[in-house]
């Protein structure tokens, strides 16, 4: 009996954290067959080339896919999914997968699931079912509509799903992907700054000493407001005297104007204790989370993985609205007095937190692997309204 082809989509840095735990899952599953598309942002080297971190932790990238339109713009946000849509087509038709795999709500994510909705092919949607104040939530959710096959991470996304009209037989509370890499790299032991100071730029600090991890992204319903946001997270950070870990921002439309804050910053205040990194390992980061006094931006790993870790968490303005939380975070708007009194806030809590498995146990991919391995394939649906 020949094995079952499961085709994983990666287009970013954040997509590899949150399904590496699957694709493992599936290449040691007797009765699966691994096949990784690689695009987006995760070929490209100023987002870090992703890729080459997938094919270093032993995967074989079956294809890669260069989708995206210089600019980072709405415009040429709209453009990279159009791109998407054409050429996923064409390797979709050369690997023939059995089901496809995409993950979260990304521009790419709804590339990957038209091309397969259009070509018959049974779609599994991880991480659906939640809410945030941007427009991955509508990507999201109508991702939700064309997927097969569910695997949300929270209850809350569940019940969300099944009030969408999916049916429970195909809806599979697994928790999230990522909280598996978590928990694995909590008990690594290896040399964190050695990982850190090898990439990028800036003041030099052991990490093992109290700093402060930013991480922010642009918000495309707020385009244009990205250098100013970061500016003023910036100076927040400033004010604590704490040095601080800076990485890059996504490849979202406004990304070149959070990008273009960070080098101002950087050249304006060349003696502040910051490190600005673009692109860590996966098992780095979740070290800085731990490590961390307090992360700060709008990241969604501050939700998820910071609840898990139990990471003081600051986060900033509208970009995950009303998603389902622990009691690490604190919301703050987006001028440097909010967000300095929000640091100054999670600081004084002394320390790391009591985790909250709110997203999962760090068994996902597995439970993913095996509803994979024996549930059936179909691309045909019955809603409930």
């Not at 954040?14 to 699957?22: C, F, M, T």
Request: a negative charge; proline letters at 4%.
């Amino acid at each position: 009996m020949s094995k079952r082809k499961v085709c994983v989509v990666v287009g970013s840095r954040a997509n590899y954290s949150s399904i590496k735990s699957v694709m493992q899952a599936v290449k040691d599953h007797p009765d699966l067959e691994l096949q990784v598309v690689a695009g987006a942002s995760a070929v490209l080297d100023r987002f870090g080339a992703v890729v080459d971190l997938i094919e270093k932790d032993g995967f074989t990238v079956s294809a890669k896919l260069f989708m995206l339109v210089e600019g980072e713009t709405p415009a040429t946000m709209a453009k990279s999914t159009g791109l998407g849509l054409i050429e996923l087509p064409t390797i979709f038709e050369t690997l023939r997968p059995d089901v496809v795999v995409t993950v979260g709500d990304r521009f790419e994510t709804m590339s990957t699931t038209l091309a397969a909705a259009y070509m018959n092919i049974p779609l599994a949607h991880t991480m659906g079912g939640e809410v945030s104040g941007n427009i991955d939530e509508n990507i999201r959710h109508a991702i939700t509509k064309f997927a097969n096959i569910h695997f949300p991470a929270c209850e809350d996304a569940r019940d969300r799903i099944l009030r969408l009209g999916e049916q429970p037989d195909a809806v599979h509370l697994v928790g999230c992907p990522r909280m598996d890499l978590v928990a694995e790299y909590l008990t690594v032991q290896r040399d964190v700054d050695a990982a850190v100071f090898g990439e990028g730029v800036g003041a030099s600090f052991s990490t093992n000493d109290d700093f402060i991890l930013v991480s922010q992204h642009p918000v495309t319903g707020e385009y244009g407001s990205g250098e100013r946001q970061i500016k003023a997270t910036l100076e927040a950070v400033r004010r604590t005297g704490l040095p601080a870990l800076v990485l890059w921002p996504n490849a979202d439309a406004g990304s070149e104007d959070v990008s273009r804050g960070i080098r101002k910053y950087r050249e304006r205040d060349p003696q502040a204790p910051f490190h600005y990194v673009k692109n860590l390992p996966i098992w780095v980061y979740v070290q800085l989370m731990a490590r961390t006094r307090c992360l700060v931006g709008n990241s969604s790993s501050a939700i998820r993985e910071g609840a898990f870790i139990g990471t003081p968490s600051v986060n900033i303005g509208s970009r995950q609205t009303a998603r389902q939380r622990g009691s690490n975070v604190i919301d703050s708007g987006y001028t440097a007095d909010e967000i300095f009194a929000a640091i100054q806030d999670r600081l004084a809590l002394g320390g790391k937190l009591a985790g909250e498995p709110i997203y999962g146990d760090g068994r996902a991919g597995p439970r993913i692997a095996d509803v994979l391995a024996t549930t059936e394939l179909t691309v045909g649906k019955t809603i409930t309204y």
